[in-house]
């Protein structure tokens, strides 16, 4: 289990966790919503120790983040930050193989170059194996980093926007992958999403997150309501159920008259207010 206990972590004048604790469980897909700049990158990164809490702890069972033990914590993880580019000379395959860093200072052996093959095959990019990967497009660099974090062999898999450059088809070749893997290894996953629809469908946990503040955690199910939505993003929503009986998010948009666009395509008063606020 990994437990986050009063978490507190400000960077320059932002609070960006406030008294935070919560648990996530094994073999469970943790899914943390909530507005741009909330924190919830910043979270990832705490919990990763890249950036170090004010105050509070972390554990994973009986191993606590520490800054003295930080090689043998990030052990622990597969991660997949936001926004990596791939601008190295190197093929798909080698790129993968980086995910077992620790055993490729030891040895490369077939049985690692057919695991690297076969995290490829199933998520149905084997054929990419020898191209350069600065030659990929963005959305096939996020699927062969995905597969790199697998490689990890992770107790603890974190993900920051895994499908923000990825096709319907490959969103849900990802996803479908990450659940099943998650649930037969026990690993801890937690992801952040953007997608309300895709995180109700997958996240077993949804942590919401505002201003540095989790808001509410619970199933989807149980906690995914438009009065939520309007508190967490200012944006009116209804809320059906899916084929699975699974939450679906509809937004609307505001009215013309509420957005108050001037006719001639100049930014109005009331737009303003909505970039600063951004
Ligand atoms: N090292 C840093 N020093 C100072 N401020 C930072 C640092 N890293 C991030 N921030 C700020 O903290 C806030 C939260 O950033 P973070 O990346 O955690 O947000 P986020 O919720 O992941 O946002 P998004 O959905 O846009 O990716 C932002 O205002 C960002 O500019």
Not at 146 to 163: C, G, H, S, T, Y
Not at 187 to 207: C, G, R
Not at 261 to 270: A, F, I, P, R, Y
Request: charged letters at 20%; a negative charge; glycine letters at 6%.
């Amino acid at each position: 289990m990994l437990t986050v206990n009063q978490l507190n972590v400000t960077l320059d004048t932002l609070t960006l966790a406030k008294d935070m604790s919560f648990s996530l469980q094994p073999g469970k897909v943790n899914v943390i919503i909530g507005p741009n700049g909330t924190g919830k990158s910043t979270l990832l990164k705490t919990l990763f120790g890249d950036i170090k809490a004010q105050s509070g702890d972390i554990h994973f069972f009986d191993q606590t983040l520490t800054t003295k033990q930080l090689s043998a914590w990030r052990k622990l993880f597969g991660y997949m930050p936001q926004d990596i580019r791939l601008d190295i000379e190197l093929s798909v395959l080698e790129v993968v193989l980086l995910g077992q860093l620790d055993a490729l200072s030891l040895r490369l052996d077939d049985a690692l170059i057919e695991q690297a093959l076969s995290a490829l095959d199933k998520i149905g990019l084997l054929h990419l194996a020898n191209r350069s990967v600065n030659k990929l497009s963005g959305g096939q660099c996020q699927m062969i980093l995905f597969a790199q974090a697998l490689m990890r062999n992770p107790k603890i898999l974190m993900l920051d926007e895994p499908v923000s450059a990825l096709d319907l088809h490959f969103q849900h070749v990802l996803l479908d992958h990450l659940d099943e893997q998650t649930k037969q290894q026990g690993w801890v996953t937690l992801m952040v999403l953007h997608d309300l629809n895709l995180a109700a469908q997958y996240a077993d946990n949804l942590l919401v997150l505002k201003d540095g503040q989790l808001v509410k955690s619970g199933d989807p199910k149980d906690i995914l309501t438009p009065e939520l939505i309007k508190e967490v993003y200012g944006v009116q929503a209804e809320i059906s159920k899916d084929s699975h009986g699974l939450p679906f998010v509809r937004t609307i948009r505001r009215s013309r008259t509420e957005v108050n666009l001037s006719t001639d395509g100049k930014v109005t008063q009331l737009d303003k207010g909505i970039a600063n606020a951004i």
